[in-house]
């Protein structure tokens, strides 16, 4: 299963159990897999430098979606 799939799978069983709207269930399901692999870094300091980079990481994210909504890849 590639990364992508398996992607696809987690938001699908999001949505098919919580019933919620897809981007509702995107969302929360998003959000739920980003506090777990934060509670799972053991070192505060770590934890706190991965938080404090995450909104730089969100914007790289964002930036490349236009591209990767027209040719379906990133690069």
């Known amino acids: ?10 938001f ?3 949505h098919a159990e ?3 709207d897809f981007d ?3 969302w929360i399901c998003g959000v739920v897999l980003l506090a777990d692999v934060l509670l799972n870094i053991e070192e505060p300091d770590e934890r706190e ?3 404090n ?8 994210a964002l930036s490349g979606i236009p591209k990767i909504m ?3 890849k990133l690069n």
């Open 1 to 10: 299963m590639t990364d992508s799939e398996l992607i696809d799978r987690i």
């Open 12 to 14: 699908a069983a999001a």
């Open 18 to 20: 919580t019933g919620k």
């Open 24 to 26: 509702d269930a995107k």
């Open 49 to 51: 430098k991965k938080i």
């Open 53 to 60: 980079g995450l909104w730089r990481e969100i914007r790289d």
């Open 70 to 72: 027209e040719t379906g």
